[in-house]
């Protein structure tokens, strides 16, 4: 199947910084860029979803000024957390649309972020 | 409103034994239903994936089950090894043009030697 690569696998930053995750489609363009946080045990929560070349679209509740996405290839976004508290600490996961896929959605390994 | 629920919530099995989780749904206009396995500290990974015309799709040990009319999906587990030990999510996407997708809170398997 198709892989996607994030960076770093996992993080640990100060209170009051800035970290930048990488998602990147390894073998295959994609149109459609999801990112999610997940929580200790908890499933996945949709954060924003992100077209190439457009602006990401939040879900109710995530901070777009926090949160910032960036989509400016078909292979490669990011999602910078700025004046990361300890509350953002969790688990983040990219996963990809294919172009010529409606339905198939491949997961990214997901980023450990740990603010202290 | 568009749900999915997923029950057990957890599981624990025997390594060799059959299990059978259930994913029930609220998702309108249905397009497809996937079920996934995430290994803890891990993203998910593709099992099966079944539109609006499929009842059963296998994936070697894992056999998806599809019941469109009564909205509801099971992923029948042969012969479980450790390595099976995983949250295994349903999701399911709503075709609205843009394809919103909604994740059950998925189902802890543990399977014991």
């Known amino acids: 199947g198709a892989v996607v690569s994030q960076h770093p696998s996992w993080v640990i930053c100060k209170s009051g910084t800035s970290v930048k995750i990488e998602c990147r489609s390894l073998?295959?363009?994609?149109?459609?860029m999801f990112w999610y946080r997940q929580f200790p045990k908890q499933s996945l929560m949709l954060m924003a979803t992100?077209?190439?070349?457009?602006?990401?679209?939040?879900e109710q509740g995530v901070e777009k000024d926090k949160f910032l996405i960036n989509h400016a290839s078909l292979t490669l976004s990011t999602l910078t957390v700025t004046s990361a508290h300890p509350e953002d600490s969790s688990f983040y996961i990219c996963?990809?649309?294919?172009?010529?896929?409606?339905?198939?959605?491949?997961f990214g390994p997901g980023t450990r972020l740990t603010v202290t | 409103k568009n749900q999915v629920e997923q029950s057990p919530q957890s599981l624990i099995i025997l390594e060799g034994k059959n299990c059978t989780l259930q994913?029930?749904?609220?998702?309108?206009?249905?397009?497809?239903l996937r079920w996934y396995k995430q290994d803890t500290g891990r993203g998910p990974v593709s099992l099966t994936i079944?539109?609006?015309?499929?009842n059963t799709k296998s994936n070697g040990r894992y056999t998806a089950t599809l019941d469109a009319d009564t909205k509801q999906s099971s992923l029948h587990i042969t012969a479980s090894q450790l390595s099976d030990s995983a949250s295994y999510i349903c999701?399911?996407?709503?075709?609205?043009?843009?394809?919103?997708?909604?994740f059950g809170a998925g189902t802890r398997l543990f399977v014991k030697a």
């Open positions: 073998d295959f363009q994609a149109t459609t």
């Open positions: 996963s990809a649309r294919a172009l010529a896929e409606n339905y198939e959605q491949y």
């Open positions: 994913c029930n749904y609220t998702v309108s206009p249905f397009s497809n």
């Open positions: 992100s077209n190439e070349g457009s602006k990401a679209t939040y």
């Open positions: 079944m539109t609006f015309s499929e």
């Open positions: 999701v399911v996407s709503a075709d609205t043009g843009g394809f919103k997708t909604i």
